[in-house]
């Protein structure tokens, strides 16, 4: 079991969380209920299934969990370039956005490397 609030990758997310917030509270009402929830989901289920992971009895689960992080992230990745398709966000928010995401999904993948090793000792 790790403590979650250690990891440099939940207390990236997390800020990565906030920052995303506070972009989608600048897009229109009416996407509310459409990209605007969905990107809000993907954001938040990065360091909440990096917090759950850590809780879980062994490294296989561990990764297991580092895995949907992951896949959130590349979710999220996704949702901002459309938003920024849409017009919603503005390329230079993007890019400040996916450069902090990257590290992010860098960091997501070699930790759960690491773990998965450990479980197989």
Do not use: C
């Not at 506070?22 to 990096?50: C, D, M, W």
């Not at 390329?91 to 773990?115: D, G, H, P, R, Y």
């Amino acid at each position: 079991m790790h403590n979650f609030r250690d990891l440099k990758i939940w207390q990236r997310s997390m800020e990565l969380a906030k920052t995303v917030y506070e972009i989608t509270a600048t897009f229109p009402s009416n996407e509310k209920y459409g990209l605007t929830s969905q990107i809000n989901r993907a954001t938040v289920s990065i360091p909440s299934n990096i917090a759950e992971g850590a809780g879980r009895n062994s490294n296989k689960e561990f990764g297991q969990f580092l895995s949907i992080a992951l896949g959130s992230a590349f979710e999220l990745e996704t949702q901002l370039i459309l938003a920024n398709s849409f017009g919603l966000l503005k390329t230079t928010q993007l890019e400040e956005v996916l450069s902090q995401l990257e590290q992010i999904q860098k960091m997501i993948n070699s930790f759960k490397t690491a773990v998965y090793k450990k479980s197989n000792v």
